[in-house]
């Protein structure tokens, strides 16, 4: 099944019946905690600060929904305590992304959440822009061929956190790039760009079109590709959101010695897949009971059929599709989902590129 056919898996009766729970579920006065396990300056941020009011809007008693921030561990922080709470009166959910999936994946040992015991309410895709330096930037002609000799350097939160598939790609088109560990949030990431402590750097749509799309326009960053988005044959076309900028795909067909096959390319996109069209998740504790489920999701719902939405959403966090109920379960597994071959792959190519081992 696609990412795309997932956007359309709901049942009618199932919204019904949200519905009516909703009717039955009251916030009125209440406020409900979103937490993030990121920085307040990075995608995820922006993700949640966008639903948030309109989430607030749809869901009964118009109750206040409040972002919080709890950074640490490239997020695995974060999701351990939320592992550990269970529901009281369906005012907290939590927030993951793709640098929350791949330790998962991965079976990095600082793990200690199990996604299949939280309960997802919405999730949506998003894309991913790499982007140079504006010195580095004139060497770009739609290929790497001509940043092979050029020392990069890139702020990082960890080889096994959603910045595996830049740092894969990049050494998939022969370039030097430099991660330096430890940055809280990809927002931190953008701020070393700007002090000039870096000089590649990669940001989620909604980030990028928050922040650094300023670069962009001001002349101090030059966009290089997407990550691109998939067709409904899972092919990588490119990001309907950025139609101007080539994906990695072509970038690497472009470059000398980048291919588009094998087992490098098949491990790249298969961790594209779970970091980024599935990217962000909403989710309630454990042990939320169906009514309070039903309501979150009629709820988002209602978001994401509000006459506006297409065009608010474009503007803030992309056009990409947004999951409810059945959906955002399905697309929640899809996200939480690697072939050995392609874990395999990335734990070998860790080991050797970075000295990261997770045994």
């Known amino acids: 099944m696609t990412i795309r056919t997932l956007a359309s898996t709901v049942a009618a ?5 949200a519905t009516a729970a909703s009717a039955e579920v009251d916030f009125s006065g209440e406020t409900i905690e ?4 990121f920085s307040e300056t990075g995608g995820s941020a922006k993700w949640a600060n966008f639903f948030a009011p309109l989430l607030s809007e749809e869901l009964p008693g118009n109750p206040t929904v409040v972002v919080k921030f709890m950074p640490g561990a490239g997020s695995t922080k974060g999701a351990n305590w939320f592992q550990e709470q269970e529901h009281e009166d369906g005012t907290l959910m939590f927030g993951t992304s793709g640098s929350t999936q791949f330790p998962y994946l991965l079976g990095d040992p600082r793990v200690r959440y199990e996604y299949s ?27 790497a061929n001509n940043l092979k000799d050029i020392d990069f350097i890139y ?28 940055i809280k949030g990809r927002g931190d990431g953008r701020l070393m760009f700007e002090r000039g402590e870096a000089t590649i750097d990669y940001q989620t749509s909604s980030a990028y079109l928050g922040a650094a799309k300023d670069l962009v326009d001001a002349g101090t960053a030059v966009p290089m590709m997407t ?16 139609p101007d900028i080539p994906t990695f795909k072509e970038v690497c067909e472009a470059t000398e010695g980048c291919e588009t096959s094998g087992e490098a390319w098949d491990a790249w996109k298969a961790f594209f897949i779970a970091g980024f069209p599935v990217q962000k998740i909403a989710f309630l504790p454990a042990g939320t ?7 979150y ?13 297409a065009e608010i959403a474009a503007k803030r966090v992309g056009k990409y599709p947004v999951f409810v109920g059945e959906g955002a379960a399905r697309a929640t597994k899809e ?19 970075y000295g990261v081992s997770l045994n």
């Open 297 to 309: 999701e009629a709820a988002f719902d209602a978001v994401r059929n509000r006459d506006d939405f």
């Open 13 to 17: 009766a199932a919204l019904v019946a």
């Open 335 to 353: 996200g939480t989902t690697v072939s050995a071959d392609a874990k395999a792959f990335v734990t070998n190519w860790l080991q050797e590129a």
């Open 227 to 242: 990550w691109g988005a998939l067709d409904d044959d899972g092919n990588i076309v490119r990001d309907p959101t950025f």
């Open 155 to 182: 702020g990082s939160q960890g080889a096994t956190r959603l910045d595996l598939v830049p740092l894969l790609a990049w050494q998939m088109l022969g370039m030097n790039v430099e991660p330096v560990f430890g």
């Open 34 to 37: 979103w937490v993030i396990p």
């Open 289 to 295: 009971p169906d009514d309070v489920r039903e309501t």
């Open 117 to 143: 015991d939280w309960v997802p309410v919405m999730a949506s895709g998003t894309g991913g822009v790499a982007y140079l330096n504006a010195e580095d930037g004139k060497k770009f002609d739609g290929s």
